[in-house]
């Protein structure tokens, strides 16, 4: 049924854009994948229908891209640690020439993976504004839109596991703020449903996985799963406020994201719960590779 339906992955080269090709490969779609380097996508090549090789900071290599498809799905985003590329140049104009691209084709509908409570986050982490910018925008583009918000990724949650195998837990203040982490193929499903399902056209879905934890029982769940006990120790925000801005002298990105985790780390940050998939069986999946 959905064969015919070409759907556009832009950020298919990146950890939730694979799982998007997948599940929208899986219910039929054909699949476009988007990538500057075409090796990138060696991983998940058997779910993409098409490669179109381009970049999506450079309008001029878009030309195509989104001929004859009916839908977007966009999950490009600032990945780097590193001071270039700006979240201006991937944030924003990467995902407009994408827009741009979809307007000019006559796209149907543009779904688009954000960042939860991003809105309200923007004003303490500037680094956000340029994705909140381009949710605006596709707002008032005139096309169908969807703004998913998931809660933080599991493969964010790895860290606390790396430490709980060295015999430690390290939460930020009391560690009693609440998230619901969510496994990426399941943010790919609420993609792919959000392109029949009525009641995700031209809204904005906050959504995490199934089960909530405090951070602290973040760090109790992968000392369970690993069978020993860890000392948890708990860091105070003036020590992480202070590299924030010192980092900021040097390196922007670094101290935007240090300060973004540091926001998310000291409020809940907890949405609709869903999925599949849970964090004690990808602590098990870690723990036993």
Request: some cysteine; charged content about 25%; proline content about 5%.
């Amino acid at each position: 049924m959905n064969a015919s339906r070409t759907v556009v992955v832009a950020g298919a080269t990146g950890y939730i854009g694979r799982h998007v090709a997948r599940v929208l490969h899986a219910r039929g779609y054909r699949v476009r994948a988007l990538a500057r380097d075409p090796r990138r996508l060696e991983p998940i090549r058997d779910a993409c229908d098409e490669v179109f090789i381009g970049e999506a900071t450079q309008a001029r290599t878009l030309d195509g891209l989104c001929a004859d498809a009916e839908v977007v799905v966009s999950s490009l985003g600032l990945r780097t640690l590193r001071s270039r590329p700006t979240p201006d140049a991937v944030d924003l104009d990467a995902n407009l020439n994408v827009l741009e691209t979809a307007q000019r084709a006559s796209v149907r509908h543009f779904v688009f993976v954000g960042v939860l409570n991003g809105e309200e986050l923007m004003e303490l982490v500037p680094i956000l504004r340029p994705r909140e910018t381009f949710v605006r925008r596709l707002r008032n583009s005139g096309l169908r839109w969807t703004v998913l918000r998931p809660t933080g990724a599991f493969n964010d949650m790895q860290e606390i596991f790396g430490l709980a195998k060295h015999g430690w837990g390290l939460v930020l203040g009391d560690g009693h703020h609440r998230i619901n982490p969510i496994h990426p193929a399941d943010i790919a499903a609420v993609a792919a449903d959000a392109i029949t399902d009525m009641t995700l056209y031209d809204t904005e879905f906050g959504f995490g996985g199934p089960d909530i934890y405090t951070h602290e029982e973040l760090s109790g769940l992968a000392a369970q799963v690993l069978g020993r006990t860890i000392r948890i120790a708990h860091l105070p925000y003036w020590p992480i406020d202070s590299v924030i801005a010192a980092t900021r002298l040097f390196n922007r990105n670094a101290s935007g994201f240090l300060r973004f985790f540091r926001q998310t780390l000291s409020r809940d940050m907890v949405g609709t719960p869903l999925g599949e998939h849970t964090l004690r069986d990808y602590y098990r999946e870690l723990a036993h590779p």
